[in-house]
């Protein structure tokens, strides 16, 4: 028995449950989230992680919420499938939600593309109604890094890194202004489809500087990669489409980011590769740099 076959069926039976057909059974990705194209239209994304960190259906809800808006709003977003209820699902043990399936293209995102549609999204967020957790992310890794403690996942040392870095944030990151974002805004969670860029993935959503989302996409770019130019043309193009940054923000977010990331890396990947852990090695190194 495949460790894939009840979280299929979870999606399949609800699927099926509101009438809808299904011809096939793609698997579009297997991690801590089943991704799965079940017709030509219709996507499932299945919580595999039923013993993580996050249980319950809430942060679901925000996320269906959230995406409900801005498609009704015309934002450069992957929308929900419209012949099933707009909602989180639990079936079998799992929690669930439905996508409408779009058509990438293999060319990668422009810079500039990046920043104007990250902008795009952060304007229609700012009419979003309902309110959502305070740095939520951050708060929440703050919190995780008992059970790494627990777990033995990582030393005292680096567990000390990360709670200063990630308390000293939650203090800098709270004197800016605040509002809805995105949550994990890396090139993962954004498609190049045949409608343009579009935005997905919007379960860690939180309420918090903007920046936090562009510390989030120029991460990798800016202090893996050291690719300037790329960094300058998201930043710049966000700023062009109306958007404002603060300096001192995103360095905070760029720290606030590195130290998430780092706590999140031993429930992510549970048995990385030999690149994942260099990945991993090089935001602590940059982190304990920074912190000193």
């Not at 297997?30 to 194209?37: A, E, I, P, Y």
Request: aromatic residues 6%; charged residues 20%; proline residues 6%.
């Amino acid at each position: 028995m495949s460790h894939l076959d009840l979280p299929i069926r979870a999606a399949t039976e609800t699927a099926l449950a509101h009438g809808l057909k299904l011809d096939r059974c793609e698997v579009l990705q297997d991690g801590n989230t089943l991704v799965l194209r079940l017709s030509e239209t219709l996507v499932a994304r299945v919580v595999q992680d039923v013993d993580g960190p996050r249980q319950g259906t809430e942060w679901f809800a925000r996320e269906t919420a959230l995406a409900r808006h801005l498609t009704q709003h015309g934002a450069p977003v992957v929308p929900m499938h419209p012949d099933l209820p707009q909602k989180p699902h639990e079936h079998l043990g799992y929690t669930l939600n439905f996508w409408l399936y779009v058509s990438t293209v293999e060319a990668e995102p422009e810079a500039a593309e990046i920043g104007r549609t990250l902008q795009d999204c952060h304007e229609v967020l700012r009419s979003f109604p309902e309110p959502l957790p305070k740095l939520a992310i951050l708060t929440e890794s703050l919190g995780l890094l008992t059970t790494l403690r627990e777990r033995g996942l990582f030393s005292e040392d680096t567990l000390s890194l990360l709670g200063c870095c990630l308390t000293k944030s939650l203090e800098k990151l709270d004197a800016f202004p605040h509002h809805p974002l995105h949550g994990d805004a890396h090139l993962g969670n954004l498609m190049n489809t045949t409608q343009g860029l579009l935005w997905a993935d919007w379960e860690d959503t939180f309420s918090g500087p903007v920046e936090w989302d562009l510390a989030s996409i120029i991460w990798n770019a800016k202090i893996l990669e050291e690719d300037h130019d790329t960094v300058n043309q998201i930043l710049g193009a966000y700023r062009d489409a109306g958007g404002q940054i603060h300096e001192e923000a995103l360095h905070h977010s760029l720290i606030a980011r590195a130290a998430v990331m780092s706590a999140w890396y031993p429930i992510l990947y549970p048995n990385p590769n030999a690149e994942r852990q260099a990945k991993l090695q090089r935001r602590l190194d940059w982190l304990a740099a920074v912190a000193k």
